[in-house]
């Protein structure tokens, strides 16, 4: 199995957790992408993705997904059959929009036919010391279950 | 126009706030957490909530001075609204991104703190920690992260040293304001060098190599000197009082230094908790765009605003004895690089410098570190605040 880890990042934090996630993996091959410079018609439905977000402004993407959310909605390529994972990187000091960034690429990927599969991971800025550590922990989860479902 | 409906706290003295603001913020906190403070010419905002509005709605608070004294100088993106701040910060911030500070700089930042210990080391005990450990490894990390070839430590300390003093110079001191004139001048002649140099080399991960890459993109000459300002001025006083803070607090806590010495993952808490107890930017300034209210009154369109971040982080409301270090309490969602759109761009530089690298390498090199018995620990600043100095002893090195 192909696992894709999909980062989309302002401050870089998203994209050291996806490289620090991709270190923590052994069981199969990983390639990591930065949104901002991966092509919408790239997505290969037969790869698990692991995808981590940040959220931005008043709960918007950050710069980095922008382009790539914007193909999604413009191009509407089918993802029937994509599975992925979603780890979000939010602030609860912000009630109203915490984790709001990767919510509206959940919502995108499961408008055109993906499938979320394992539990939806969240790093909390104003409480977690350390993003990598629980998105690790949180991939791990995903893999064994995801390997487990396939025998 | 309305008019304001905050308290007046005329009571307030910067004499006081620099020497000791924390009763005074209590005082706040409790009284008028939006109060007109006449000795700043400014409202002063002293609770969690209202510093951390004052800071992340960006409609209503603005970093730009629209009322004040026109600026002589070309801002940084720190005093710059988006969408202007935000394309200045994007080209300032790949040598910053945490997976570049992992790849490139942990090395150097590791190197680096021998280097200096050594050079604590050969001071002998009751060497002062700031001037002689924290000061020259921020300044050496910095010169190599910015690409300052043709500079010293030295030099990124005393420039670094003359900004902040014009920074702070909330009271119009002449005397400041050519010092910081005077290190402005002489930093540009060696930026603008150091700018033709990275012209002709090929690739670095460094922040002047990755502006220089940009071609033609590349923002304005002025602002690229405006913005090295912002960096020095901010990337070495405050790391180097983080380090000397969060080495004062576990030299006086015991307990909490045998945790963590006993499980580093536990730096990252001091790292947090350091910067929540004293935060060494004291006051950070908004000006509001049109009628507002915050902390329950009313404030003018533009009202200018002094926010206290030394406050916001001793917050009851946030953090039960507020006053006490500890770094078990939870101290993440500290105020201590501003929230919002502006928050520090240099964040996990310092993470790496001071969490990862320098105090494990401090309490790993020094046995027995203390607070020299016989010299008194100084304590100053509310714009800007620290140690002014931290003479210590050791056994072994």
């Excluded at chain 1, 191009?75 to 602030?91: N, V």
């Excluded at chain 2, 006490?324 to 993440?332: P, T, V």
Aim: aromatic share 8%; with cysteine.
């Amino acid at each position: 199995m192909n696992i894709v880890i999909l980062f989309g990042t302002e401050t870089g934090v998203s994209e050291m957790v996806a490289e620090d996630i991709a270190a923590g993996i052994q069981a199969a091959e990983v390639t990591v992408y930065d949104l901002s410079d991966f092509d919408v018609a790239a997505l290969d439905t037969t790869a698990l993705h692991l995808v981590v977000c940040s959220t931005y402004g008043d709960g918007e993407l950050p710069g980095g997904a922008q382009n790539f959310h914007r193909a999604l909605q413009n191009d509407r390529p089918t993802l029937e059959g994509l599975r992925y994972a979603m780890f979000g990187l939010g602030d609860s000091s912000y009630a109203e929009t915490y984790s709001q960034g990767s919510e509206i690429l959940d919502r995108a990927f499961a408008a055109l036919g993906a499938e979320r599969v394992g539990e939806y991971g969240r790093f909390d800025a104003a409480r977690d010391p350390d993003p990598s550590i629980l998105a690790i922990a949180w991939s791990a989860a995903i893999l064994e279950q995801v390997l487990a479902a396939r025998v | 126009m309305l008019a304001s409906t905050a308290p007046v706290a005329d009571w307030v003295t910067l004499e006081e706030l620099y020497a000791d603001p924390y009763p005074i913020y209590a005082r706040l906190r409790r009284e008028a957490p939006v109060a007109y403070v006449p000795a700043l010419d400014r409202y002063l905002v002293t609770s969690y909530e209202a510093a951390h509005t004052a800071d992340t709605d960006h409609d209503s608070f603005s970093v730009v001075d629209r009322s004040g004294p026109p600026r002589t100088t070309q801002p940084s993106f720190l005093n710059k609204d988006d969408p202007e701040h935000l394309d200045e910060r994007r080209q300032w911030l790949p040598a910053l991104r945490p997976a570049q500070i992992k790849r490139s700089w942990i090395p150097i930042f590791r190197a680096n703190a021998e280097r200096f210990l050594d050079e604590l080391v050969a001071l002998g005990p009751g060497a002062d920690f700031l001037s002689g450990f924290a000061a020259p490894y921020v300044s050496e990390n910095l010169r190599r992260v910015l690409g300052f070839e043709n500079a010293t430590h030295e030099d990124l300390n005393r420039w670094s040293a003359a900004m902040v003093l014009g920074r702070g110079n909330i009271a119009g001191d002449s005397a400041a304001a050519q010092a910081f004139a005077r290190a402005a001048a002489e930093m540009d002649v060696a930026l603008d060098e150091m700018i033709a140099w990275h012209r002709r080399q090929e690739g670095g991960d460094t922040i002047f190599a990755h502006l220089v890459s940009l071609g033609s993109e590349v923002m304005p000459l002025e602002s690229i000197r405006a913005n090295t300002r912002m960096t020095i001025g901010g990337g070495i006083n405050e790391p180097r009082d983080v380090l000397g803070v969060a080495t004062w607090a576990l030299l006086q806590h015991p307990e909490q230094r045998a945790q963590v010495t006993a499980d580093p993952a536990l730096w990252t808490a001091v790292f947090d908790e350091a910067l929540r107890w004293m935060s060494p930017i004291g006051l950070i300034l908004r000006s509001t765009t049109k009628p507002v209210e915050l902390g329950g009154v009313t404030l003018p369109e533009g009202a200018r605003l002094a926010v206290s971040l030394l406050s916001a982080n001793r917050d009851e409301t946030m953090w039960e004895n507020a006053d006490r270090f500890d770094i078990e309490r939870g101290s993440a969602s500290h105020m201590a690089f501003g929230k919002g759109t502006h928050v520090c761009a240099g964040s996990w530089m310092a993470k790496a410098q001071v969490a990862d690298v320098g105090l494990p390498a401090v309490f790993e090199r020094l046995d027995h570190l203390a607070v020299d018995p016989v010299r008194p620990v100084r304590v100053g600043g509310f714009v800007f605040r620290g140690l002014l100095d931290l003479p210590v002893t050791w056994g072994r090195s």
